[in-house]
Each structure stands twice: as C-alpha cells, then as structure tokens.
C-alpha cells in the first residue's frame, strides 16, 4: 500500500476563485422588457461560468423605475450576501442599472467597499476599487440622475400640452365610471 504524503502549500501559492454575482434592472414592467431581461441574466450567468478563476454566485433582478435602492428587493438581497462574505464582485451593465441617485450609490459602494466587494460597471469599463472610480462613478450617477429629471420633465410637459388640447391619456385599459371611444373618455 502506498504512503500518502501531505504537501503543505503556502497560502499566498492557493489561488482563491471569486464569488461573482451580476445585478441588472429594467425601468418598467412591461412585457417587452421581460425578453430584455432574460437576455441579460442568460449573458451573465454564462459570462461568470465561463471566467476560470469565478464562481458563479447568482444573478438578482429587479422590474421597475424605483430609483430608490431601499426600494429594490433583489438588489438589498446581493448587497446583504455581499455584505455578509458571500459575493466579491458584482458586475451589472452601468452604472445607471445600479443607482440613479448619486447619494445612494456613493453609499453602497463605500459599504460594499470596506467590505473588500468590487463593483464593475460593464458600460464605462469602472471598478468601484479603481483609483479616482470614486469620481467618475459620481459624475456618471448624477448625469444619469439629470437624464432621469429630464425625461420626467419632458413626459410631463407633453401631457400638459396634450391635455391643453383636450386630449385624454388613453393609453389607460379602465377609468372607473369611464369609458373611451375614440380617444375620448366618456
């Protein structure tokens, strides 16, 4: 019978794999951004898979226009494994999935960041333990946080001036009490 010889290895020669998550988020609920989403999840479960040095540790989704991260449940679920030692990385497509509010972004990334958990923002190329990532990912969020202020203004405006005109949103399936014909609510 053979021997068995134990090695020791030092500890700086073991090579750790990264537990590696990804995080993506659609603006509404609607049925064409399901496809969307799908894609998304599809990519990068088998984009963590493929990398040698990665485990896969998940991929959470969130529906909805919430700009609010309390708000999102599957993104407070990553960032509690995250938090809690179960994920290293997170890669979500842009910054602008991740947060539209700069002061909560800012404050998950330094939580995330003590923690020793990188965030990488696929669109701009940024890893939140990049030097000077603390800046740009700043500028990007409030850019992103104008771009939002901005659509909302112009949805609004265009309402008014319709409504001004006497035309009715109809883009509604029931008011109460109503119904619409012809673009008119009666």
Request: aromatic fraction near 12%; charged fraction near 30%; glycine fraction near 6%.
């Amino acid at each position: 019978m053979k021997k068995i010889r134990k090695i020791d290895v030092p500890q700086k020669d073991i090579i750790k794999k990264l537990r590696v998550a990804a995080y993506c988020r659609v603006s509404t609920k609607y049925e064409s951004q399901k496809g969307s989403i799908e894609l998304q999840k599809q990519y990068y479960e088998s984009y963590i898979k493929e990398q040698p040095n990665w485990l896969f540790a998940g991929v959470y989704v969130d529906y909805g226009s919430r700009s609010r991260i309390a708000d999102r449940k599957q993104f407070q679920k990553m960032i509690q494994k995250a938090v809690n030692g179960g994920i290293d990385c997170i890669i979500t497509k842009s910054i602008s999935r991740f947060s539209g509010n700069t002061v909560d972004m800012l404050q998950t990334i330094h939580l995330l960041k003590e923690k020793g958990v990188t965030v990488w923002f696929e669109k701009e190329n940024i890893r939140s333990t990049d030097k000077n990532a603390e800046r740009a990912i700043t500028i990007f969020t409030m850019l992103a946080q104008e771009e939002i202020r901005n659509m909302s203004e112009n949805i609004q405006w265009g309402f008014k001036r319709r409504f001004e005109q006497g035309v009715t949103l109809n883009n509604y399936k029931y008011f109460f009490g109503y119904v619409v014909i012809d673009g008119k609510l009666i």
